[in-house]
């Protein structure tokens, strides 16, 4: 990986942890932070926001991209998740297609703890054979 790409998901790393400790978990007491890197180079942060009526609760990958679209931009080249714990926190099966609706198969996605990223995943392996912009294009 190039300096650039090192730097980038240290700054990546960063925010997503920075946001991991402003989520409002009350209930499950799991933080999650989520950072994207758009096309535009811009950083955009989210973290999870749980809510007493369960299911309307949002996702820290679904925070980040929604401040990426309010940003203008429309392309995911990177996402960091960071979460706590000896198992991998990696995106859920929405988040997977949230992430997927503004990615292409080889986005990389990389799961971080609390000391920095322990791995690594294109889109297309986290969601194979997915469903996408493309399927929807008319001939």
């Known amino acids: 990986m190039s300096k650039n790409a090192d730097d980038r998901l240290d700054r990546l790393f960063d925010a997503a942890r920075a946001a991991r ?14 950072a994207v890197f758009s096309e535009s180079g811009a ?3 989210g973290c999870n926001v749980e ?3 369960y299911p309307q609760g949002s996702c820290a990958e ?4 929604s401040a990426m679209v309010a940003a203008g931009d429309r392309r995911i080249v990177d996402i960091v998740v960071v979460g706590a714990g000896e ?16 990615a292409d198969a080889e986005t990389r996605v990389h ?15 986290l969601l194979p054979y997915s469903f ?3 399927n929807l294009t008319h001939s």
């Open 21 to 34: 400790e402003r989520a409002y978990a009350p209930y499950s007491h799991f933080a999650v932070g989520a």
């Open 43 to 45: 950083i955009h942060a």
């Open 51 to 53: 809510n007493a009526a």
């Open 62 to 65: 679904t925070g980040a991209i």
């Open 87 to 102: 198992e991998l926190v990696t995106p859920c099966g929405g988040c997977r297609q949230r992430i997927r609706e503004f």
């Open 111 to 125: 799961v971080a703890d609390l000391k920095g990223i322990r791995s690594s995943f294109r889109i297309s392996e």
């Open 132 to 134: 996408g912009p493309q």
